[in-house]
């Protein structure tokens, strides 16, 4: 079956510094890509629509600067946070959805745990 | 707007006993319906999926999932659970070929022996 594969699956950076995160569909290629964030014993909460080829759209109170979303390919999109501070200590999930493929469902990746000391 | 309530937020049950998670959405139209798994640390697993159709949905891992629009509500259950189903299970409601899912808030489910 299709999988998203997401890299690294922890990172642990200084405060003020810049984390990249991948996203890749590895067997499909996939137009549009979503990024969750999702804080402990809570739900998911999506961020931003990334768009191949294109700029990403962001949820309202999500910060554009603050993370920037490439989606240069058909098969990767990155998150990366920058300048990144503790409160952006978060599990962070993409998932991609098979083009062309009517109703099929979105496919997640394995999540990136981001610690931001 | 569309949103998802998962009115429990733990469930503890027996193993080999039944399993019954409770969603209930707000949309306008008849909405897509998933169910997903997530263990600790790791991404979501698709259990099973409503977009039309059949209302009782079967899923993997012995899970099914009933839609009944006159309820707004999308149960899963599972007839007798194993200790691997302990995890979170979400909930999810998007519009039809949007797929921008907005989730509940997730029922974590404990099994005991």
């Known amino acids: 079956g299709a999988v998203v594969s997401q890299h690294p699956s922890w990172v642990i950076c200084k405060s003020g510094t810049s984390v990249k995160i991948e996203c890749r569909s590895l067997d499909f290629q996939a137009t549009t890509m979503f990024w969750y964030r999702q804080f402990p014993k809570q739900s998911l909460m999506l961020m931003a629509t990334s768009n191949e080829g294109s700029k990403a759209t962001y949820e309202q109170g999500v910060e554009k600067d603050k993370f920037l979303i490439n989606h240069a390919s058909l098969t990767l999109s990155t998150l990366t946070v920058t300048s990144a501070h503790p409160e952006d200590s978060s599990f962070y999930i993409c998932?991609?959805?098979?083009?062309?493929?009517?109703?099929?469902?979105?496919?997640f990746g394995n999540g990136t745990r981001l610690t931001v000391t | 707007a569309q949103s998802v309530t998962q009115p429990d937020i733990h469930i503890t049950v027996s193993e080999g006993a039944s399993l019954e998670l409770r969603c209930n959405y707000s949309?306008?139209?008849?909405?897509?319906l998933f169910w997903y798994v997530q263990s600790p640390g790791q991404g979501l697993q698709l259990l099973l999926k409503?977009?039309?159709?059949?209302?009782l949905v079967q899923g993997i891992k012995g899970f099914e999932a009933e839609f009944k629009r006159s309820q707004s509500s999308f149960n899963l259950r599972k007839p007798s659970v194993h200790w691997s189903d302990a995890a979170e299970y979400f909930c999810a409601v998007g519009a039809p070929n949007d797929y921008k899912l907005s989730f509940g808030a997730g029922t974590t489910v404990t099994v005991r022996a």
């Open positions: 409503y977009f039309s159709g059949d209302t």
């Open positions: 949309y306008g139209a008849t909405p897509y």
């Open positions: 998932s991609a959805r098979e083009p062309g493929q009517g109703n099929s469902p979105l496919h």
